[in-house]
């Protein structure tokens, strides 16, 4: 199943469950640490279930835009094959563009992050475990130093 | 030339009638294996629809899949019921052809892991099912083989045959030979270690696996029996690899087999070899991109043939293997018959491997010849690749292969003719060092396309394998990525990327009929007699496999997924997009 397609429906009885209980009730708790199950992990920016952020959300990109991160992370690219899945340059080829200025999952530092390192449901390999913490990081500063079309959505032929 | 390879040749000849009436058309009016028959011709003995009356066809039945992939392969059509196998998630639909409107019997819907959609190279397709006993047995995705009740629609067995965590997914269609369900994995692109399985069609056991390399214990090649015409010695598929590359070496079986019953072998073709940087995998590493005979009761391996040695292009020989008899230079010949994506079209004795002709059916440049003295390719030198070559210019055809193994070609005992789906394609090569990490791409190379001379980008030929020459040609805009169908009626079928079927005069090349069937085609079509009696003709509408990775934008599901169109072919995306649909057809 698609996780994005349960999202609006999420939104909603989110928002049906604030309003019941008043203001002021729709900012969550903090979150005893003894809880049983790990913190609801949201695809992207939209509908997560108690409006929490996924762990990986606050992380920064300790590189932040560091050119010579972004050149090592375009070695890597290749070199731990995301290249086969995503096209040279990240252009899109079984897997989706990376250069597109569009995301499944989101295209912010944190979000980046948690595709490489856990992987996604649909095809993307985790490389936590793989690669460190810091390798991670160079692929996502690669990723994000590529330049981004403002917003490709007409194409039309002459 | 060897010895053994003349005592198996006049075992050939005393048996060769049994074989002719065998391998033609079992029953005419249905299509019950993937290549219709045994020799993989996809000759229909149906002759109601001709070249004089093709102009009439219409459309009389549609079905919309539900399924967005590529829809490679072909539906089969048994007694009165038509099935149908999707792309991921692999759906069975079975058909009532003895009812209007054709309502479903029973549809099956097996529960098939979605990672494996990350583990499959070139789209979530699937080449088909076979029917044997009263079974239909496919191939799931993720790597397992069932067989449902064709009745019922019941699941009789389910066996994992192949291994996603090590990057082996399936796509190919069975082949069932007496009680064997013969199967191979996709995976050339991640590091796999290629095979073939046999299962036992009652119980889906497996009941022997035969590697494509390694020693000579694992590929099942004994002294006793492997005569091959061109090559002699232990451990080939072993000492023609530097180091332990061959573990890794690819050599993936997601074509299509075929079956000489008098000879009982089993013929197959095995992919490319991994990674692309031929220069990580010195030597020959056979037996990838190479044709293989096996006893299909055993699995033992009787001969192989490579054409591509040491593949530095991704020419995987995946292609059908199909079987015929053929005058050549006044000698009467069992053949086998192969349209390599190497550019190549190879006519080989398919008792001994022995090459009989090989000429070029596309353009061809990296390759002067190929020796029939030796079997091997003379090379030309500056079309090598490999990380030290840099970015090597200009080599034809390209990795799309002349024809697609996707694509299979059909032949006509009639004509005498071959009828070919080919690309025409070229391209840039660069590779680089590969890492293998297993489970993911093992490949590592930059290949731009470009567009072979004359201005188009296909053609549907027709081909005469004794002298190696084609016959005549439709050009395309667009390369040609369907399968084709040819019947006693002397009318071939095809289809085209950007989504027309069209019937073709056999004899001449003459373009009879054409009807625009929605997305581009990458099926194969069939042709059988439904309970009514009449003549039909059924193909898939749904462009995919490799389309679905380098045509640019034909895809509209995914809103985070936006590409510009191809550079080697900007218009394709202009006149199709994804989308699974079964058409049928009838005068």
């Given at each position: 199943m698609d996780l994005r397609a349960l999202k609006p429906a999420l939104a909603v009885a989110l928002l049906a469950l604030a309003a019941c209980e008043g203001p002021g009730t729709a900012e969550p708790e903090a979150v005893p640490e003894s809880r049983s199950a790990p913190l609801a992990v949201r695809y992207d920016q939209w509908g997560s279930a108690g409006n929490l952020a996924p762990p990986a959300e606050d992380l920064v990109n300790p590189f932040g835009e560091d050119?010579?991160a972004a050149?090592q992370g375009?070695?890597l690219f290749?070199a731990m094959n995301c290249d086969g899945c995503h096209?040279?340059?990240g252009?899109g080829f079984v897997g989706p563009s990376l250069v597109d200025g569009r995301w499944r999952y989101g295209g912010e530092d944190g979000a980046l992050f948690h595709s490489i390192f856990y992987g996604r449901a649909r095809g993307m390999p985790a490389y936590g475990g793989i690669l460190s913490d810091a390798t991670v990081w160079q692929l996502v500063t690669y990723v994000r130093s590529q330049?981004v079309?403002?917003?490709?959505?007409?194409?039309?032929?002459? | 030339?060897?010895?053994?390879?003349?005592?198996?040749?006049?075992?050939?000849?005393?048996?060769?009638?049994?074989?002719?009436?065998?391998?033609?058309?079992?029953?005419?009016?249905?299509?019950?294996?993937?290549?219709?028959?045994?020799?993989?011709?996809?000759?229909?003995?149906?002759?109601?629809?001709?070249?004089?009356?093709?102009?009439?066809?219409?459309?009389?039945?549609?079905?919309?899949?539900g399924v967005l992939g590529?829809?490679?392969?072909?539906?089969?059509?048994?007694?009165?019921?038509?099935?149908?196998?999707t792309p991921y998630p692999n759906v069975l639909?079975?058909?009532?052809?003895?009812?209007?409107?054709?309502?479903?019997?029973?549809k099956y819907r097996p529960d098939v892991n979605p990672a494996a959609v990350g583990v499959a190279c070139?789209d979530a397709?699937n080449?088909?099912?076979?029917?044997?006993?009263?079974?239909?047995?496919?191939n799931l995705l993720d790597g397992r083989t069932v067989?449902?009740?064709?009745?019922?629609?019941r699941e009789?067995w389910k066996t994992k045959v192949a291994d996603l965590t090590s990057g082996e997914t399936i796509?190919?269609?069975?082949?069932?030979?007496?009680?064997?369900?013969?199967?191979?994995p996709s995976g050339?692109?991640y590091g796999i270690?290629?095979?073939?399985?046999?299962?036992?069609?009652?119980?889906g056991?497996?009941?022997?696996?035969?590697?494509?390399?390694?020693?000579?214990?694992?590929?099942?090649?004994?002294?006793?029996?492997?005569?091959?015409?061109?090559?002699?010695?232990?451990?080939?598929?072993?000492?023609?690899?530097?180091?332990?590359?061959?573990?890794r070496?690819?050599?993936?079986?997601?074509?299509?087999?075929?079956?000489?019953?008098?000879?009982?072998?089993?013929?197959?073709?095995?992919?490319?070899?991994?990674?692309?940087?031929?220069?990580?995998?010195?030597?020959?590493?056979?037996?990838?991109?190479?044709?293989?005979?096996?006893?299909?009761?055993?699995?033992?391996?009787?001969?192989?043939?490579?054409?591509?040695?040491?593949?530095?292009?991704?020419?995987?020989?995946?292609?059908?293997?199909?079987?015929?008899?053929?005058?050549?230079?006044?000698?009467?010949?069992?053949?086998?018959?192969?349209?390599?994506?190497?550019?190549?079209?190879?006519?080989?004795?398919?008792?001994?491997?022995?090459?009989?002709?090989?000429?070029?059916?596309?353009?061809?440049?990296?390759?002067?010849?190929?020796?029939?003295?030796?079997?091997?390719?003379?090379?030309?030198?500056?079309?090598?690749?490999?990380?030290?070559?840099?970015?090597?210019?200009?080599?034809?055809?390209?990795?799309?292969?002349?024809?697609?193994?996707?694509?299979?070609?059909?032949?006509?005992?009639?004509?005498?003719?071959?009828?070919?789906?080919?690309?025409?394609?070229?391209?840039?090569?660069?590779?680089?060092?590969?890492a293998y990490i297993q489970g993911t791409p093992y490949?590592?190379?930059?290949?731009?396309?470009?567009?072979?001379?004359?201005?188009?980008?296909?053609?549907?030929?027709?081909?005469?394998?004794?002298?190696?020459?084609?016959?005549?040609?439709?050009?395309?805009?667009?390369?040609?990525?369907?399968?084709?169908?040819?019947?006693?009626?002397?009318?071939?079928?095809?289809?085209?990327?950007?989504?027309?079927?069209?019937?073709?005069?056999?004899?001449?090349?003459?373009?009879?009929?054409?009807?625009?069937?929605?997305?581009?085609?990458?099926?194969?079509?069939?042709?059988?007699?439904?309970?009514?009696?009449?003549?039909?003709?059924?193909?898939?509408?749904?462009?995919?496999?490799?389309?679905?990775?380098?045509?640019?934008?034909?895809r509209?599901d995914d809103p985070a997924d936006v590409?510009?169109?191809?550079?080697?072919?900007?218009?394709?995306?202009?006149?199709?997009?994804?989308?699974?649909?079964?058409?049928?057809?009838?005068?």
């Amino acid at each position: 199943m698609d996780l994005r397609a349960l999202k609006p429906a999420l939104a909603v009885a989110l928002l049906a469950l604030a309003a019941c209980e008043g203001p002021g009730t729709a900012e969550p708790e903090a979150v005893p640490e003894s809880r049983s199950a790990p913190l609801a992990v949201r695809y992207d920016q939209w509908g997560s279930a108690g409006n929490l952020a996924p762990p990986a959300e606050d992380l920064v990109n300790p590189f932040g835009e560091d050119a010579s991160a972004a050149q090592q992370g375009e070695v890597l690219f290749g070199a731990m094959n995301c290249d086969g899945c995503h096209g040279g340059g990240g252009i899109g080829f079984v897997g989706p563009s990376l250069v597109d200025g569009r995301w499944r999952y989101g295209g912010e530092d944190g979000a980046l992050f948690h595709s490489i390192f856990y992987g996604r449901a649909r095809g993307m390999p985790a490389y936590g475990g793989i690669l460190s913490d810091a390798t991670v990081w160079q692929l996502v500063t690669y990723v994000r130093s590529q330049p981004v079309p403002d917003s490709v959505p007409t194409v039309r032929w002459p | 030339m060897s010895t053994n390879g003349s005592r198996a040749f006049i075992g050939t000849l005393i048996l060769s009638t049994v074989f002719a009436s065998a391998a033609r058309g079992q029953d005419g009016d249905q299509w019950t294996r993937p290549g219709k028959d045994f020799g993989a011709t996809r000759y229909s003995e149906l002759d109601e629809i001709t070249a004089a009356n093709a102009g009439q066809l219409r459309p009389t039945w549609t079905f919309s899949t539900g399924v967005l992939g590529g829809h490679e392969g072909q539906p089969l059509v048994v007694g009165e019921t038509m099935y149908v196998v999707t792309p991921y998630p692999n759906v069975l639909y079975a058909f009532d052809l003895s009812e209007e409107d054709y309502p479903l019997r029973f549809k099956y819907r097996p529960d098939v892991n979605p990672a494996a959609v990350g583990v499959a190279c070139c789209d979530a397709v699937n080449r088909g099912a076979v029917y044997a006993e009263g079974k239909i047995v496919y191939n799931l995705l993720d790597g397992r083989t069932v067989a449902v009740d064709a009745e019922t629609g019941r699941e009789l067995w389910k066996t994992k045959v192949a291994d996603l965590t090590s990057g082996e997914t399936i796509t190919m269609a069975p082949l069932v030979i007496g009680d064997r369900v013969i199967v191979g994995p996709s995976g050339g692109e991640y590091g796999i270690h290629g095979w073939l399985k046999a299962l036992d069609l009652e119980t889906g056991s497996v009941v022997w696996t035969a590697r494509n390399m390694g020693p000579d214990s694992e590929v099942l090649a004994s002294p006793d029996t492997f005569k091959s015409f061109y090559d002699e010695g232990t451990d080939l598929a072993l000492d023609s690899w530097s180091g332990d590359s061959w573990k890794r070496g690819g050599a993936p079986v997601w074509g299509w087999l075929s079956y000489d019953p008098t000879l009982d072998l089993v013929y197959y073709g095995t992919g490319n070899t991994g990674p692309y940087n031929a220069e990580q995998r010195a030597g020959d590493n056979k037996w990838s991109s190479s044709v293989l005979a096996r006893r299909p009761g055993d699995g033992e391996l009787v001969w192989a043939y490579q054409f591509t040695p040491n593949d530095n292009w991704d020419y995987d020989a995946n292609a059908e293997n199909i079987l015929t008899e053929l005058t050549i230079d006044g000698q009467s010949r069992n053949v086998l018959v192969h349209f390599d994506k190497n550019g190549f079209a190879y006519t080989l004795d398919r008792a001994t491997g022995e090459l009989l002709v090989a000429e070029p059916y596309v353009h061809v440049n990296w390759a002067k010849r190929v020796d029939l003295e030796t079997g091997r390719p003379e090379v030309d030198p500056e079309k090598l690749t490999g990380k030290s070559h840099g970015m090597v210019k200009n080599i034809c055809p390209n990795l799309e292969g002349g024809k697609s193994p996707a694509s299979p070609a059909s032949y006509s005992p009639q004509t005498g003719l071959f009828y070919v789906p080919t690309n025409n394609l070229c391209m840039d090569w660069q590779s680089d060092e590969a890492a293998y990490i297993q489970g993911t791409p093992y490949v590592s190379a930059n290949v731009p396309y470009t567009a072979g001379p004359g201005g188009h980008l296909g053609a549907f030929i027709a081909w005469d394998a004794a002298t190696g020459q084609r016959v005549w040609e439709i050009k395309e805009k667009f390369p040609v990525w369907s399968g084709s169908v040819v019947t006693a009626g002397d009318v071939s079928f095809y289809g085209t990327l950007d989504g027309w079927f069209k019937a073709a005069n056999a004899r001449t090349g003459e373009l009879l009929w054409k009807f625009k069937v929605g997305s581009g085609v990458v099926g194969a079509p069939i042709t059988y007699r439904g309970p009514d009696g009449k003549q039909y003709v059924a193909v898939y509408a749904g462009i995919g496999g490799d389309w679905f990775l380098i045509a640019g934008d034909v895809r509209s599901d995914d809103p985070a997924d936006v590409r510009p169109p191809a550079d080697f072919a900007p218009d394709l995306a202009r006149y199709t997009s994804r989308g699974g649909m079964l058409w049928i057809f009838a005068l």
